[in-house]
């Protein structure tokens, strides 16, 4: 039972460990020309000023680099923990980073519809707008992989591990400084 769960977490933690980095990268890698060039609707910002070109750039190719590089270095992990993991393709790992981007965007999008300003907080899409973006593309766009990969139990652990991690990830580069706000 104990170990069935250790399993299930370090496959849930090493399938999203290319859609975890995007974002974070994002923050270091963030500034420039924003995605929406200034434009308003409405009255609101499409997108906002947080939702930069560069930041969406770096952070997909981080994402990206850090599958290949997970996929070098599986076999040894796999006997090193004892657990079966998945290897990931180019495609796998392209839609499972730039689909976390995607969500993210997706939800500033909605914030500025809902007039709330960039960096305010939205509870509960804050913390699973990526999970749904990165999943969502890469059922679209690699479906026999993302069955393989995301059985049934897999999911409900990425389900409720990510906010979890997400939350304290956010609050520790709010600590550090590289965050503005803490969510
Ligand atoms: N960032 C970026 N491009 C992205 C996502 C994030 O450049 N596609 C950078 C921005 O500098 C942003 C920071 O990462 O300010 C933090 O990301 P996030 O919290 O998602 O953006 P917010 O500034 O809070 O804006 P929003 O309210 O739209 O989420
Ligand atoms: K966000
Ligand atoms: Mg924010």
């Known amino acids: 039972m104990l170990g069935t769960l250790r399993s299930l977490v370090l496959q849930a933690f090493w399938t999203m ?4 980095v995007p974002n974070n990268v ?10 929406d060039g200034g434009r308003t609707w409405n009255g609101n910002r499409l997108l906002g000023d947080g939702k930069t070109w560069r930041g969406t750039l770096v952070g997909t190719a981080a994402g990206v680099a850090l599958a290949l590089l997970l996929d070098l270095v599986r076999g040894p992990v796999e006997n090193r923990l004892d657990v079966s993991l998945p290897t990931f393709s180019v495609k796998s790992a392209f839609a499972l980073s730039f689909g976390a981007m995607l969500g993210d965007i997706g939800a ?20 699973l707008d990526f999970v749904a973006g990165s999943l969502g593309l890469t059922a679209a766009v690699a479906p026999s992989w993302f069955r393989t990969v995301f059985r049934i139990p897999v999911l409900l652990v990425v389900v409720v591990m990510t906010p979890i991690l997400h939350v304290t990830t956010n609050a520790i580069a709010y600590v550090l400084g590289l965050k503005d706000e803490p969510w």
């Open 26 to 35: 994002a923050v270091l890698a963030g500034g420039g020309e924003p995605i």
């Open 17 to 20: 460990l290319p859609a975890y």
């Open 108 to 127: 500033s999008f909605l914030k500025r519809r809902s007039g709330r300003e960039r960096g305010a907080a939205f509870p509960g899409l804050d913390q």
